[in-house]
């Protein structure tokens, strides 16, 4: 099933699928953010906004907006 990286919980992982909204900066593009990439959302700022994401060890902030377009698949624990 498909998700955005915006509805991950704390310390879930997804495989990002999709960036092909035009919605998504370039230099998110540029810091690995690209599909097949492995995502973990590692931290929420206080007022929900913004995410800190774990992208193949790089380590970035975005704003929820911009989350909601990058479309992952959600990888269970195990």
Known sequence: MQHSIAHLKL??????IDVSSKLIPLKLLE??????????LV??????????????GSHLAIRKETAVHILIEKVLHG
């Open 31 to 40: 810091m690995g953010c690209l599909p097949g990439n492995m995502v973990e």
């Open 11 to 16: 310390g879930e992982r997804g495989i990002i």
């Open 43 to 56: 931290q929420v700022a206080p007022f929900q906004d913004p995410i800190y994401l774990n992208i193949n």
